[in-house]
């Protein structure tokens, strides 16, 4: 098995940047993902491999990779970015899917 | 508009079964592999198991191998999550989501990108 490991909360003003941080073993040779979920709502995926972007999401959530830690950083947060995150990947053959345990972004 | 419809969710005894259903529309069930990802009350998000886009390639995460069964009717464009042996801890939201084409690298290669509203299981003890 292999786990990813987030920080469960980050607080950032409104405008500021915020960085949430995912690390697991198997990011150096797997792509990362990462979903943002608000209360009472489904998953939405706003980074795929590493750094791409799905169309519809805001240029400002980015994501970036080294070694063993993989970084969603949102440029001037607002208030809707209020949620939670989880990163997500997989073992080499794909066979295995793995969340990390999520991260509350709270915008105070 | 690509859409995925959970249903087959509810109220079951500790040991008991259920099937829940996803429904897709808007895009072809067939190419894609399909997940299960299921969140407990107030927890995270996990992977509860894969299928292939014809059906033939599943996986399951480990705490549900054995109880659980993935299959899908791509004809019907529907997913199933047969669940047996259901214990408390089962108790869940659970979501369907879109994983890749069946030609992208591994299952979610591009990301799970189109997420149905969720169907909630309680097991009761």
């Known amino acids: 098995s292999f786990e990813l490991t987030q920080p469960s909360s980050v607080s950032v003003s409104p405008g500021q940047p915020a960085t949430i941080s995912c690390s697991g073993d198997?990011?150096?040779?797997?792509?990362a993902y990462w979903y943002q979920q608000k209360p009472g709502q489904a998953p939405v995926l706003v980074i795929y491999?590493?750094?791409e972007r799905p169309s519809g999401i805001p240029e400002r959530f980015s994501g970036s990779s080294s070694g063993t830690t993989v970084t969603l950083t949102i440029s001037g947060v607002q208030a809707e970015d209020e949620a939670d995150y989880y990163c997500?990947?997989?073992?080499?053959?794909?066979?295995?899917?793995?969340f990390g345990g999520g991260t509350k972004l709270t915008v105070l | 508009e690509v859409q995925l419809v959970e249903s087959g969710g509810g109220l079951v005894q500790s040991g008991g079964s259920l099937r829940l259903s996803c429904g897709a529309s808007?895009?072809?069930?067939?190419?894609?592999?399909m997940l299960w990802v299921r969140q407990a009350p107030g927890k995270g998000l996990v992977w509860v198991s894969r299928?292939?886009?014809?059906?033939?390639?599943?996986h399951y995460a480990d705490s549900v191998k054995g109880r659980f069964t993935i299959s899908r009717d791509n004809a019907k464009k529907t997913l199933y999550l047969h669940m047996n042996s259901l214990r408390a801890d089962d108790t869940a939201t659970y979501y369907c989501?879109?994983?890749?084409?069946?030609?992208?690298?591994?299952?979610?290669?591009?990301?799970?990108?189109?997420w149905g509203q969720g169907t909630t299981v309680t097991v009761s003890s």
């Open positions: 989501t879109r994983g890749s084409p069946a030609a992208a690298g591994t299952s979610f290669y591009y990301g799970l990108d189109v």
């Open positions: 808007g895009f072809t069930f067939s190419s894609n592999w």
């Open positions: 299928i292939s886009s014809d059906g033939s390639n599943t």
């Open positions: 198997v990011l150096p040779s797997q792509y």
């Open positions: 491999k590493d750094r």
């Open positions: 997500q990947s997989g073992d080499s053959s794909g066979a295995y899917v793995v």
